[in-house]
């Protein structure tokens, strides 16, 4: 950081103390460097005071960046809120669009993927897509902005890396969607959270079954456009899903590859 995370607070740039560290890490071999914006961020806000403190935030870490020859500024895109998504998507890409005016030679602005809750923005491998998409189409210097990963996130987000089989998956999905030349950052975290589970279903209850012991069922009121959404430990085995309509019963079953790696 180059400053306090959690506070909308900006101060002077010390430019003597960026060239030490510029110096240092050079005589340390250490390179590139990053800046982790601000917790505070937030570029898809649909409050005025909110977006104009987190844009002055991104540039003045775009300016510590340069005067301190970092080649990295890593940012979170932030939430839209209880407004409209479509509009979150068009106040980030104004903000990026901002912030790239003013961005200077050597350093490039990274966007990060998040965890995946309901009203975040860059969660899904989509969403990334589709910014990068935005900035090309509004000819924004797409060799100035890059992508970081990080690995939480994405199992947060219900990416399954558990095993070989699903981080070719998803970088597959990364070849297909964006480009890996896109990606200039992986941000390798463990997570203690459940990967989540969503089952797509036009049945009135849906039951979830993890090596035959039941997760429970949910009712269609629970559902979001017929997705059944649980939290799941993961455990080698079979995942059966079993709903019911009009006295019908339908299944499908999902067999893991093997044991976890640890």
């Known amino acids: 950081f180059s400053g306090n995370p959690k506070t909308y607070r900006v101060s002077p740039i010390d430019e003597p103390a960026l060239q ?17 914006t601000s917790y505070l961020i937030n570029l898809a806000t649909e409050d005025e005071k909110m977006a104009k403190n987190s844009l002055r935030l991104l540039e003045n870490d775009l300016a510590v960046a340069a005067a301190g020859e970092v080649a990295y500024v890593n940012t979170h895109l932030g939430s839209y809120g209880t407004g409209d998504r479509k509009a979150g998507f068009v106040r980030v890409a104004r903000a990026l669009e901002a912030a790239l005016e003013r961005i200077r030679p050597g350093v490039t602005l990274v ?3 998040s965890a995946g809750s309901g009203d975040g923005i860059g969660a899904s491998l989509e969403d990334l897509a589709d910014i990068v998409d935005a900035a090309g189409a ?10 970081c990963l990080d690995t939480a996130h994405l199992w947060g987000a219900g990416y399954d890396l558990s095993d070989e089989r ?18 200039v950052m992986l941000h390798l975290n463990d997570s203690r959270t459940s990967l989540p589970v969503e089952v797509f279903s036009n049945c009135k209850t849906v039951e979830l079954f993890l090596n035959g012991k039941s997760l429970g069922a949910k009712s269609s009121a629970e559902s979001t456009n017929g997705m059944f959404r649980w939290s799941v ?13 009009d006295g019908k019963t339908v299944q499908s079953r999902l067999v893991t590859a093997g044991q976890a790696a640890r």
Not at 20 to 36: Q, T
Not at 139 to 146: N, Y
Not at 166 to 183: A, K
Not at 233 to 245: D, I, T, W, Y
């Open 20 to 36: 030490r560290f510029r110096d240092l890490r050079a005589e340390a071999g250490i390179g590139p460097a990053v800046i982790h």
């Open 111 to 113: 966007l990060e993927n």
């Open 138 to 147: 509004a000819s924004l210097a797409l060799e100035r902005l890059g992508l």
């Open 166 to 183: 699903g981080v070719d998956g998803v970088v597959q999905r990364i070849d297909e969607l964006i480009g890996r030349e896109h990606v």
């Open 233 to 245: 430990p993961f455990q080698a085995g079979e995942l059966k899903a079993v709903g019911s309509r």
